[in-house]
């Protein structure tokens, strides 16, 4: 049987904390971790430092950090979101991590809604209201200038458009990738976002496997015709007992020649409250006996 590559997502270990996470990954044989900087900013001012963190991986390497959001900003949120970067990077690379998670924005639901329905919304509302040719062209300019930025700590970036955003999918994400035009810029191929998205299975097949950098393997619930897809509610279900069809996309990806990483990403209350280690475990069984094949 060909093993792949397996990553723990920190979404798996519910709210525990960045030892945790790596103690569950090498409790469970995986490869990588995904973290987020949210942990590990706890991290680092409970005390820690860079060198504990390196400590703590020891064989488990670090497959992208979570994000930076909001990635199609303009005007002075732009210089404020490049600032944000720099630094995001730079304690990536420290980290040895090979990618930094982007988003695109707004990312906030409630942003969207408001919009929508002409409410005032005091945070940010993104580039809503321009056409979609405007808005791929001033996300494929920042996009350019992030993964420049990030060559020069050695990482690649990767694109996660998020469902209720106008960049839904990876409908949009994978021409935005291919526009971009730069070696380090791919994309994360989620099952959530892209079923909300309107991809299918044909549509998977015409990706090329270098663009995806990995895989993020888990469900949804059906959002309502006409509703703003809201994140908590549609993915709080376990894998299988939702919408997406997983084995007709796993075997998608598979076709396509890709040979990254794959994490299965969990929203579900129940999986929260599991023990950390013992469901990291299940989740390396599930996920091995979904995709490795003779």
């Known amino acids: ?122 945070g940010y509302m993104g580039l809503q209201g321009l056409d979609l040719k405007a808005q791929t062209e001033f996300t494929v300019k920042n996009l350019r200038s992030l993964a420049d930025l990030a060559a020069q700590f050695g990482l690649m970036i990767y694109f996660e458009p998020l469902c209720w955003t106008p960049i839904a999918s990876p409908l949009q994400s994978v021409p935005i990738c291919r526009q971009v035009e730069r070696e380090n810029m791919k994309i994360v191929f989620d099952f959530f976002h892209a079923y909300i998205g309107g991809v299918t299975a044909d549509f998977i097949r015409t990706i090329e496997p270098e663009l995806i950098l990995g895989v993020h393997v888990c469900d949804s619930l059906d959002v309502g015709a006409g509703e703003v897809p809201v994140e908590p509610v549609l993915r709080n279900v376990r894998l299988g007992c939702g919408s997406v069809p997983v084995k007709e996309w796993i075997e998608a990806i598979q076709a396509t020649g890709f040979e990254g990483w794959w994490a299965y990403e969990s929203f579900s209350k129940e999986e929260a409250e599991k023990d950390p280690i013992a469901f990291a475990k299940e989740i390396s069984g599930m996920l091995k006996g979904l995709i490795c094949r003779e």
Not at 16 to 35: H, I, M, R, S
Not at 77 to 87: L, N, Q, S
Not at 95 to 114: C, F, K, Q
């Open 1 to 122: 049987m060909k093993s792949v590559p397996l990553s723990l997502h920190s979404s798996d270990i519910g709210r525990a904390n960045l030892q945790t996470l790596f103690q569950a990954a090498k409790a469970a044989g995986f490869d990588y971790v995904e973290p987020t900087k949210v942990q590990l900013q706890y991290f680092l001012d409970a005390g820690y430092t860079i060198k504990d963190i390196r400590a703590m991986a020891d064989g488990v390497q670090i497959s992208a950090v979570g994000w930076l959001e909001n990635c199609e900003r303009q005007g002075y949120e732009y210089v404020a979101m490049m600032k944000e970067a720099e630094k995001l990077f730079a304690l990536s690379a420290e980290i040895g991590a090979g990618a930094v998670e982007i988003l695109s924005g707004p990312t906030d639901h409630r942003a969207v809604e408001a919009f929508r329905k002409g409410s005032p919304y005091s």
